[in-house]
């Protein structure tokens, strides 16, 4: 099998479905791809940005196969999440020309609370209805000639916000526009796209017949490098309205 071809056959959809999960997971090793060559090598560069683009980093860096005219890293333990009481690292014993690779865990990290986000929606709002409430409001009964500028200033943004609250009230964040507000560059078209592939990629797990499912497959690998392009050429047109 072709370095590519584990990658974005095998690999790939794995770590896609982890991802998706959002569960603290380990992925070990032989995966005979040397990331001190990850610079020089572009199946190389391919896998290892794969593993890093879904937020997994690799235990070991130092060489795991040693021998009298070489030293490579094709051993590895890759793991989604961090505790500074991680020890990891290689074992120098002569049982194989590999060395053992090790990771102690004491504990793992608790899952971190899902934060709920809100922000004003707009749906609702008419902008004469506003203007017509700010207008109508009795500003001489909350705020006197007389009256401290800072109270004043007070009274005016508290009863601002009150009426703006009226027809631009708060509401939880979904999940979806949480990724737009955190992704701006993934626009509609994208996500329409990676609705489809995810559709693709569960009819392919699901298929039985084998000409069906290479069908759906190779599909799928067509939505997700399409994807993957896009949101490489929207991250640039984002980056140069921004610089």
Same mark, same amino acid.
């Given at each position: ?37 990850f610079d ?72 971190? /609370?899902?934060?709920k986000y809100?922000?004003?929606? &707009? ?5 004469? $209805?506003?203007? @017509?409430? #700010?207008? !109508? ?68 797990? /699901? ?7 290479? &069908? ?5 690998? $067509?939505?997700? @490098?399409? #994807?993957? !392009? ?14």
């Open positions: 099998m072709l370095p590519n071809e584990f990658t974005d056959d095998y690999l790939s959809p794995l770590i896609e479905k982890i991802s998706l999960a959002k569960k603290q997971a380990i992925i070990l090793g032989d995966f005979n791809m040397d990331l001190m060559k020089q090598n572009n199946d190389i560069s391919n896998f290892l940005q794969t593993i890093t683009s879904n937020s997994l980093f690799p235990f070991i860096t130092l060489p795991t196969r040693i021998t009298t005219h070489s030293k490579t890293l094709i051993d590895n333990i890759f793991h989604n999440f961090y505790t500074p009481d991680i020890i990891s690292g290689n074992l120098t014993i002569s049982i194989s020309d590999h060395l053992a690779q090790f990771v102690l865990i004491p504990s793992l990290p608790e899952q971190k /609370k899902v934060n809100y922000k004003r929606s &707009f749906a609702k709002f008419n902008k004469e $209805r506003f203007i @017509n409430d #700010i207008a !109508n409001v009795p500003w001489d009964t909350h705020i006197k000639e007389n009256d401290d500028v800072n109270n004043s200033i007070k009274t005016t943004l508290n009863i601002f916000e009150r009426v703006l609250n009226k027809h631009a009230p708060y509401k939880q964040v979904s999940k979806k526009d949480l990724i737009k507000l955190k992704k701006p560059w993934i626009s509609k078209g994208i996500s329409k796209s990676i609705a489809t592939k995810n559709k693709l990629h569960k009819k392919y797990l /699901k298929a039985k017949d084998q000409k069906m499912k290479d &069908f759906l497959f190779e599909k799928f690998k $067509r939505h997700r @490098n399409t #994807i993957s !392009n896009l949101t490489k050429i929207s991250k640039k047109k984002l980056l140069h309205r921004i610089l």
